[in-house]
């Protein structure tokens, strides 16, 4: 089965950047969408972004267009977040998951803080 895991959080000052990583065991090919989630603490996990593995057909959620931009590199089995601008409220465990029509798996996530 394959595996995902996040790398690249951490803390970062209010209007930082920081690079978010998901490493596949096995082809991203496999599933049709990857994506990333969020949870805050007190909140619900929410989605962010989503890319078709295929078509690399990116969606970011609206209130976080242009600072969050998602990609894919099938080749390196990657699914990456890019984030700039980064504020207080992008506090939150980040989740990588990956999507298919039998199953969606998820990474154990990687926490970013921002500090104001």
């Known amino acids: 089965q394959v595996q995902l895991v996040e790398s690249g959080g951490g803390t970062v000052q209010t209007g930082g950047s920081l690079r978010l990583s998901c490493a596949a065991s096995?082809?991203?090919?496999?599933?049709?969408?990857g994506a990333w989630y969020r949870q805050a603490p007190g909140k619900e996990r929410e989605r962010i972004a989503r890319i078709t593995t295929d078509g690399g057909i990116a969606t970011v959620a609206n209130d976080l267009k242009g600072r969050f931009t998602i990609s894919r590199d099938i080749i390196n089995k990657r699914i990456d977040l890019q984030m700039n601008a980064l504020e207080p409220e992008d506090t939150a465990v980040y989740y990588c998951?990956?999507?298919?029509?039998?199953?969606?798996?998820w990474g154990r996530g990687t926490q970013v803080t921002v500090t104001s």
């Open positions: 096995g082809s991203i090919l496999s599933f049709t969408v």
């Open positions: 998951s990956a999507i298919s029509r039998q199953a969606q798996i």
